[in-house]
């Protein structure tokens, strides 16, 4: 029997493996792995920004039309008198991290953005109601984690929780045993640690000084003892 007659080597055909995949317009077929999107991680941004109206609709109306996925954000003013600052919670691809701070420098009330650290300050706020049927178990619960009873009746009982987003977990956790009726969360905010800026560039305020002393290096107590020797003089 000639070669032809007999075929390739090795396996029939049914016995062979086939790729899987979708292929490009030119026929080619793409491998999954390299198709395939990249993994997403969570990043806190701060943005520090002017204090004025609008400035949530344009941050929102940018999420909106990028399509990114923000968990959280918080705002508030800083020790710059018509500055705020807005703390982010993100969850994307790195290729969007990226993008998310380019789009929010470009926006007209930004000043500064960046990406906190994880050993960064980081707490959150969140308040718990649960059903008031076991106070006492509910009060050993709330000592457990630092926490505050704001408001106790006969079904419902209040109590305020402070921590890292893990620590707030855990304490809720807890609390489902009592049964949780509702619940409200701030959303992390966070402050660099040491005397690393939280966005660059940041300078701190120009009234940051030692309490009671005054710009020029005197002290609250010098000027009212000069201004008593004045008068007596």
Known sequence: MSQNEQGLEGPPPEE???????RNSQGIRID????AEPDSRTAMIS???EHEPGVLARVAGLFSRRQFNIESLTVGPTTVEGNARLTLLVEETEPGIDQIKKQLAKLKPVISVGELEERAVRSELVLLKVNGDEPDKVQAITEMYDGETLD???RTITVQLTGSDDEIADAMDAYRQFGIIEVARTGPTALSRG???TTP?????????AVGVEPDGGSEQDGEAESQAETTN
């Not at 999954?32 to 198709?35: A, I, K, L, S």
């Open 47 to 49: 943005a520090l920004v």
């Open 16 to 22: 062979r493996p086939h790729p899987d995949g979708r």
């Open 152 to 154: 106790a009746g006969p």
């Open 195 to 197: 005397d690393r800026p």
């Open 201 to 209: 560039g940041e300078k701190p305020a120009a009234e940051a000084t």
């Open 32 to 35: 999954p792995e390299v198709e």
